[in-house]
C-alpha cells in the first residue's frame, strides 16, 4: 500500500470513529452537575468579593474564608461554576506552577529549588482539602511520564533530568524504552521521563463542584450568572457592577484569567488559546490489557505541538492538544468551542499511537479557551492602592497552580510581604503582546516555527531563537 493510499486509509478510520460524538465537554455531562445559583439582584456589601467562579477564584474565597472565617466574602461567576476552562481541561493537576522544570530553569534558576518546593506544598496541599472536605474528584496522585516519540526527544529529555540532577530537583526517572512499554504500550514510544509524585489526575469539573460545596458551607455567598461589568472606586472601597446590581466591596480579586479583565492594564498581557479534546467510549478488559497502563499515569508527548492523554475512571481514553487556535483579536466566541477539522486529527494520531484499540469509537468532543501569557506561567499584581489583586496567565496547567495564585492574591491584599509575594516570579510580570495585527502574525509565525521544529529533529529556526532570547513564546 503507498503512502497516499495508506494515509487515506488512515482518514477514513479516524472519521468513522467520530461518528458517535456528543459535541460536549465529557466532564460536564454530567447528572451529578449542580444547579446555578441564583443571580445577584440590588446591591450587596463584604469585605472581600471575588469575581471568577473558576478554580482561581473558587480557591481564593476558600482560603479567604479559611484564613479569617469571620471575613464577610461574596463571589460572582458570569455563567456558571466549571463551565470555562476548570470544566474543561483535561483534569491534570500538576504540582509545577512554573509551567514546567524547563521554563522555569529558563526564567527563574535562581529561585527554581523553592518555586518546586512551593510547587509539591501547594499540590499536597490540594490533596488536602480533597479530603478534608470530602471532595468527590476522583483524585489520584498517578504521576506523569514525559514521552519521546523522536529521537531527538529522547536526547532532550535526557538533558531535561541531567539539569534537574544539576539543579538539585529529585523524583524524576528515565524510562528507556522497554521500560516505557512496560508502562503503556504504543510502538511510538521511544523512552520517556516519569514524575512519579508531582501530578495528580482529577475529574476537573467535579473538584470545582466540590470547591464551590465548601465555600458555601464556610458561608461564601455566590452568585452564577452575575457577570462583573465594570470596577470603580467606591469611598474607601471598590464597586463591581453585574447586569441587575452591583457590590460594594473592602477589597477585590480578580479571578476571570481568559475573560477580559476589569482591569484594562492588565488585558495586553494574556491571549486566548482554543485547545481540543476527545475521550473514546470505556475500554473493554482486552483492549485495556492491550496498551497496559496499569498505573493510570498521565502522560504527554515531548514535542512542541503535543497531545496529552490520560485515563478516566471508568477507563475512557482522553486525547487532546496539538491544535492551539488562536483567534485574531484574541475574541471569544462559542462557536469555536467545536471544531471538527481538529478532532478529525487528533482521533487520525490517536490510532497512530494505539494502532491495538483499532475500532474504538469517541464519544465526546469539545474545545475551550485557555489563558495564555508570554512566559507560559501565571503573573500577579494589584491595582488601586492595593485594594484590587489579580492572578493571570496559567497558561493550561491552571489545575494546581491556581491554589498557589489564590495564595499570592491574598498575601498582596493583606499588604504584608510573605514568601511568596517576594518571588521574582511574583514581583515581575511577562512582557505584554503586541497589539493587532502584530499579534496575528507573530502567534502564526511562531506557530508554523514549531510545527518545522517538531519535523526537523528539534532544530529551532532563527525566528524562534530570536523569541526565545526576548522571553516570548506561544504554546499549547
Request: net charge positive; charged share 20%; aromatic share 8%.
Amino acid at each position: 500500500m503507498g503512502t497516499a493510499t495508506a494515509a487515506h486509509a488512515a482518514t477514513r478510520a479516524a472519521a468513522a470513529s467520530l461518528g458517535d460524538l456528543k459535541p460536549v465537554p465529557f466532564w460536564l455531562d454530567d447528572p451529578a452537575r449542580p444547579a446555578a445559583l441564583p443571580a445577584l439582584t440590588g446591591e450587596d456589601r463584604c469585605d472581600l468579593l471575588v469575581v471568577g467562579g473558576g478554580y482561581s477564584g473558587l480557591w481564593t474565597a476558600l482560603l479567604a474564608k479559611e484564613r479569617d472565617p469571620a471575613r464577610d466574602v461574596v463571589l460572582i461567576e458570569g455563567r456558571e461554576v466549571a463551565w470555562a476552562a476548570s470544566g474543561r481541561n483535561g483534569g491534570f493537576c500538576a504540582a509545577s506552577l512554573t509551567h514546567g522544570l524547563p521554563n522555569g530553569l529558563a526564567r527563574w534558576p535562581g529561585e527554581l529549588r523553592t518555586l518546586e518546593e512551593l510547587g509539591a506544598g501547594n499540590l499536597d496541599a490540594i490533596e488536602d482539602a480533597v479530603a478534608r472536605y470530602a471532595i468527590d474528584c476522583g483524585f489520584e496522585r498517578t504521576g506523569e511520564i514525559d514521552v519521546a516519540t523522536q529521537p531527538h526527544q529522547l536526547a532532550e529529555l535526557r538533558e531535561l533530568k541531567a539539569q534537574a540532577d544539576r539543579a538539585g530537583i529529585t523524583g524524576l526517572e528515565l524510562l528507556d524504552r522497554d521500560a516505557l512499554r512496560a508502562e503503556v504500550d504504543s510502538p511510538t514510544f521511544l523512552g520517556g521521563l516519569l514524575d512519579r509524585r508531582g501530578v495528580a489526575l482529577v475529574n476537573p469539573a467535579a473538584l470545582a463542584w466540590g470547591l464551590k460545596r465548601a465555600c458555601l458551607d464556610l458561608g461564601v455567598r455566590i452568585h452564577e450568572n452575575t457577570p462583573g461589568t465594570a470596577l470603580a472606586r467606591s469611598g474607601p472601597g471598590m464597586a463591581v457592577r453585574t447586569p441587575y446590581g452591583r457590590v460594594l466591596a473592602r477589597q477585590v480579586a480578580l479571578g476571570t484569567n481568559v475573560f477580559p479583565s476589569l482591569l484594562r492594564r492588565v488585558r495586553p498581557y494574556t491571549v486566548p488559546v482554543y485547545d481540543y479534546a476527545l475521550t473514546t467510549r470505556p475500554l473493554t478488559p482486552a483492549e485495556l490489557a492491550s496498551i497496559g497502563w496499569r498505573n493510570r499515569q498521565g502522560l504527554g508527548d515531548s514535542a512542541n505541538q503535543f497531545h496529552y492523554f490520560r485515563l478516566t475512571a471508568d477507563n475512557r481514553v482522553l486525547w487532546g492538544g496539538y491544535d492551539a487556535v488562536y483567534p485574531f483579536g484574541g475574541r471569544l466566541d462559542a462557536a469555536r468551542d467545536q471544531r471538527p477539522e481538529t478532532y478529525l486529527r487528533l482521533a487520525t494520531h490517536f490510532f497512530r499511537c494505539f494502532p491495538q484499540l483499532e475500532g474504538v469509537r469517541f464519544s465526546h468532543a469539545w474545545g475551550g479557551a485557555i489563558d495564555t501569557c508570554t512566559r507560559f506561567a501565571p503573573f500577579f499584581g494589584t491595582a488601586h492602592e492595593g485594594r484590587v489583586a489579580y492572578a493571570a496567565g496559567f497558561t493550561g496547567l491552571g489545575v494546581g497552580a491556581t491554589r498557589f495564585g489564590a495564595d499570592v492574591m491574598l498575601d498582596l491584599l493583606s499588604g504584608r510581604a510573605t514568601h511568596r509575594t517576594r518571588l521574582e516570579m511574583v514581583r515581575r510580570k511577562p512582557l505584554p503582546f503586541p497589539p493587532e495585527p502584530v499579534a496575528w502574525a507573530g502567534i502564526g509565525l511562531t506557530k508554523w516555527s514549531l510545527a518545522r521544529a517538531d519535523a526537523d529533529g528539534g532544530r529551532r529556526n532563527l525566528w524562534l531563537r530570536t523569541m526565545d532570547r526576548l522571553g516570548l513564546g506561544f504554546d499549547s
